[in-house]
């Protein structure tokens, strides 16, 4: 698979894999035996940036990495996060990102994702209550220490990012960007583009929407995530929504290719600084993720999509989610 570069020089696959569903979320989940040989198999089809965070399972997700690239550490580039409070601190906001939290924290990431340092280590949330130049600042003397490579924030504002990059240097933000979710193209596209920030998005398929998966009949087992998210639980709102999954049909039919990878070969056009990070449990879907790297949308293919003047319906989040979010 071709490589792609996030700031600072961090090399990675153009797709890469977001393991978070194999342990949370979407159930039914995969065995651990099922799970370590998906995250290998991604491996071997050419893939080298994978994500999971403190907070997925909690911490299970991360062993369950660990485990599976321990054999190809030094091929591979790992992502984890920190930030939410998950030792007890009794924070009202439910996030913890102190100075003293975020270098105990990592001394956990190291040992479960069975490791000397991490490659890409993002704040999860903005914590409202720690000032983002504390937050960057703890992070820089890790990358002194040599337990972290690069410094990245999830969901950030354009202000965050600023105050944060004066600190030190942000390698990549990670957000939710997609088809039907393009806010990020507003401020913070530019401003990453400015800064030389490399993107990283989250959820490129709309958690399965745009696949052609789903539709206003579909139930989601108990414990699902979208259970609980306006656009998916509103039956209205995803029969409206399935004009995106139609305009990906059309043009995925003449590409030869299937919605999802006309999805994310749209991503991998924004910007060559733009690494989608998909998820899945199973290995035929993790194929056709991969191979969307070799899909080529025409110029006119583009223009038919960002022209479409389709707008999703339902809200991203319920308000107590949102609120978390720093913008």
Same mark, same amino acid.
């Given at each position: 698979?071709?490589?792609?570069?996030?700031?600072?020089?961090?090399? @990675?696959?153009? @797709?890469?894999?977001?393991?978070?569903?194999?342990?949370?979320?979407?159930?039914?989940?995969?065995?651990?035996?099922?799970?370590?040989?998906?995250?290998?198999?991604?491996?071997?089809?050419?893939?080298?940036?994978?994500?999971?965070?403190? @907070?997925?399972?909690?911490?299970?997700?991360?062993?369950?990495?660990?485990?599976?690239?321990?054999?190809?550490?030094?091929?591979?580039?790992?992502?984890?996060?920190?930030?939410?409070?998950?030792?007890?601190?009794?924070?009202?906001?439910?996030?913890?990102?102190?100075?003293?939290?975020?270098?105990?924290?990592?001394?956990?990431?190291?040992?479960?994702?069975?490791?000397?340092?991490?490659?890409?280590?993002?704040?999860?949330?903005?914590?409202?209550?720690?000032?983002?130049?504390?937050?960057?600042?703890?992070?820089?003397?890790?990358?002194?220490?040599?337990?972290?490579?690069?410094?990245?924030?999830?969901?950030?504002?354009?202000?965050?990012?600023?105050?944060?990059?004066?600190?030190?240097?942000?390698?990549?933000?990670?957000?939710?960007?997609?088809?039907?979710?393009?806010?990020?193209?507003?401020?913070?596209?530019?401003?990453?583009?400015?800064?030389?920030?490399?993107? @990283?998005?989250?959820?490129?398929?709309?958690?399965?929407?745009?696949?052609?998966?789903?539709?206003?009949?579909?139930?989601?087992?108990?414990?699902?995530?979208?259970?609980?998210?306006?656009?998916?639980?509103?039956?209205?709102?995803?029969?409206?929504?399935?004009?995106?999954?139609?305009?990906?049909?059309?043009?995925?039919?003449?590409?030869?290719?299937?919605?999802?990878?006309?999805?994310?070969?749209?991503?991998?056009?924004?910007?060559?600084?733009?690494?989608?990070?998909?998820?899945?449990?199973?290995?035929?879907?993790?194929?056709?993720?991969?191979?969307?790297?070799?899909?080529?949308?025409?110029?006119?293919?583009?223009?038919?999509?960002?022209?479409?003047?389709?707008?999703?319906?339902?809200?991203?989040?319920?308000?107590?989610?949102?609120?978390?979010?720093?913008?």
């Amino acid at each position: 698979m071709e490589a792609r570069t996030l700031g600072q020089h961090l090399e @990675v696959s153009a @797709v890469g894999l977001g393991c978070m569903g194999l342990s949370q979320s979407f159930p039914p989940f995969p065995s651990k035996k099922d799970g370590i040989a998906l995250i290998r198999a991604a491996v071997e089809h050419g893939v080298t940036f994978f994500d999971t965070a403190q @907070v997925y399972g909690p911490f299970s997700n991360e062993e369950l990495v660990g485990e599976a690239l321990e054999p190809v550490r030094d091929r591979v580039v790992i992502a984890t996060k920190f930030g939410f409070d998950l030792f007890g601190a009794g924070r009202d906001s439910g996030l913890d990102s102190r100075p003293e939290t975020i270098r105990s924290s990592v001394d956990g990431s190291l040992k479960r994702v069975r490791t000397d340092r991490i490659d890409l280590l993002y704040q999860h949330r903005v914590d409202p209550d720690v000032p983002i130049e504390e937050v960057a600042g703890a992070v820089k003397q890790l990358i002194e220490q040599r337990k972290i490579k690069h410094f990245g924030l999830s969901e950030a504002g354009v202000q965050t990012i600023r105050r944060a990059h004066a600190v030190q240097r942000i390698t990549a933000l990670q957000s939710e960007y997609s088809l039907w979710w393009r806010e990020p193209e507003e401020q913070i596209l530019p401003t990453l583009e400015e800064l030389g920030i490399g993107f @990283v998005p989250f959820s490129p398929l709309g958690r399965g929407f745009l696949t052609g998966a789903i539709d206003e009949k579909t139930e989601f087992a108990s414990g699902d995530f979208r259970n609980t998210l306006p656009r998916f639980t509103d039956p209205e709102a995803r029969k409206a929504n399935l004009a995106f999954v139609e305009l990906l049909r059309e043009i995925a039919e003449r590409e030869d290719a299937t919605p999802a990878q006309t999805a994310l070969a749209w991503l991998l056009a924004q910007k060559p600084w733009i690494v989608p990070i998909p998820g899945t449990t199973k290995l035929h879907r993790l194929e056709e993720n991969v191979t969307a790297a070799t899909v080529q949308l025409t110029p006119d293919e583009l223009h038919e999509i960002d022209h479409a003047q389709l707008h999703a319906q339902g809200e991203r989040y319920p308000e107590s989610t949102q609120s978390m979010i720093d913008r």
